[in-house]
C-alpha cells in the first residue's frame, strides 16, 4: 500500500471512530428532549441525524485530540453545539424563501418531511439546542472559558458569521461579483462555522497557548474557503445522487461560483493553494497534526 493510500486508510478509519461518537452524543441530545411536541422532535432528529459527513464534529474533535489535555465532555458538547448549528442553517437554507430545496442528504428535506412551519421551527430550536449543550455546566472547563466559546459560536452564526454570509449570497443573487466580493461572501457564509469548529476544539484545552490556536485559526481559515471551492467545483462535476443534493443548482440560481469566475482548472488551482496553505500553518504547532493535514486533504480531494 503506497504511503498516501495508507493514509486515506487511517483518516477513514478515525472519520468513522469520530463519526460514531458524534452520532451517539447527538442521539442523546434529542432523546433528552421531552414528548411535549413530538412533530418538532421528530423534524430535529431528522434534520440532525438523518446522515451527513460531520466535518466540523470532526475538526472540533481532531483539533481537541492534538493536545493531552483536552477534556472529553467539553469536546462532545462543542462538536454537538457547532453541528446543530450546522444542522439548523440547512434546514432553514433549503426553505421555499431561501434555496426551496427538495433533497438534502439524498433524502427529502425537513419542509418536504414535514411542512414548513415545523421546519422553521426545528431550525430554531436546534439553534437554541446547540447553545444550552455549550453552557451546560457540567463541562469541566472555567466558567471564563466556557463563556469565551459560546460567545465565538455565537458571533460564528449571526450577523458577523453565518447569517451575514447568508444575506451576502442572497444579495448578489443574479450579479456577477468579482473574487474578492466572493471570499467574503463564504468567508461567512461556511468559512466561520469551521474556522469555530477548529477553535473551539483546541478551546476544550484548559492550558492551550494562544500561537497554537493562532495557527490553527489560519489552518482553518484555509480548509474552510477550500471546503467552498471544492463544493463549488462538485456542483458542476458531481451527481445528484453523489450528493445527496440538488446537482447544477448554482447555475440554475446564477449563483457566482469559484469555476464561474476561474474555471474548473483555476478553481482546482485555487483548492490546491489552499491546501498548501493549510498545511504550512500546521507547520508552526508543535504536536503531531497529521490527522488535520488528511483532513485538509480530504476537504479538497472529497467527491461529495
Ligand atoms: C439559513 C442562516 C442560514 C444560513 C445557511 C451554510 C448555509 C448558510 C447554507 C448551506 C448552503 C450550501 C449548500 C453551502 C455550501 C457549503 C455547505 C455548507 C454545504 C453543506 O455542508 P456539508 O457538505 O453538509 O458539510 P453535510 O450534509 O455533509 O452535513
Do not use: W
Request: aromatic share 6%; proline share 3%; charged share 20%.
Amino acid at each position: 500500500m503506497s504511503e498516501q493510500s495508507g493514509q486515506q486508510v487511517a483518516m477513514s478509519q478515525l472519520q468513522a471512530q469520530y463519526q460514531l461518537r458524534i452520532d451517539a452524543v447527538l442521539s442523546q441530545a434529542i432523546a433528552r428532549l421531552n414528548p411535549l411536541a413530538p412533530k418538532l422532535k421528530a423534524a430535529m432528529e431528522y434534520g440532525l441525524l438523518q446522515g451527513g459527513k460531520r466535518v466540523r464534529p470532526l475538526l472540533v474533535y481532531a483539533c481537541g485530540d492534538l493536545f493531552a489535555q483536552a477534556n472529553d465532555t467539553a469536546l462532545d458538547a462543542a462538536a454537538a453545539a457547532v453541528e446543530c448549528i450546522h444542522a439548523y442553517s440547512l434546514i432553514h437554507d433549503d426553505l421555499p424563501a431561501m434555496d426551496d430545496d427538495d433533497l438534502r442528504r439524498g433524502q427529502p428535506t425537513v419542509h418536504k418531511a414535514f411542512d414548513e412551519a415545523t421546519a422553521i421551527i426545528a431550525g430554531d430550536a436546534l439553534q437554541a439546542l446547540a447553545f444550552e449543550l455549550l453552557s451546560q455546566t457540567n463541562l469541566g472547563l472555567s466558567a471564563e472559558r466556557q463563556l469565551r466559546m459560546v460567545q465565538e459560536l455565537a458571533v460564528a452564526a449571526g450577523f458577523h458569521g453565518m447569517c451575514g454570509g447568508q444575506a451576502l449570497d442572497i444579495q448578489y443573487e443574479g450579479q456577477a461579483i468579482d473574487s474578492a466580493a466572493l471570499e467574503q461572501l463564504h468567508r461567512h457564509k461556511t468559512g466561520a462555522l469551521i474556522l469555530t469548529a477548529v477553535r473551539l476544539g483546541a478551546l476544550c484545552t484548559p492550558d492551550l497557548q494562544e500561537p497554537h490556536l493562532s495557527s490553527l485559526s489560519k489552518y482553518a481559515q484555509a480548509i474552510g474557503l477550500a471546503f467552498q471551492v471544492q463544493d463549488d467545483i462538485l456542483d458542476i462535476t458531481a451527481d445528484t445522487q453523489t450528493l445527496g443534493k440538488t446537482q447544477g443548482k448554482d447555475i440554475m440560481q446564477q449563483k457566482s461560483t469559484y469555476p464561474a469566475l476561474l474555471g474548473l482548472d483555476g478553481a482546482r488551482q485555487l483548492a490546491d493553494q489552499l491546501l498548501d496553505q493549510a498545511l504550512s500553518a500546521l507547520a508552526d504547532i508543535p504536536y503531531p497534526t497529521q490527522t488535520l493535514e488528511a483532513f485538509a486533504h480530504y476537504i479538497v480531494k472529497r467527491d461529495f
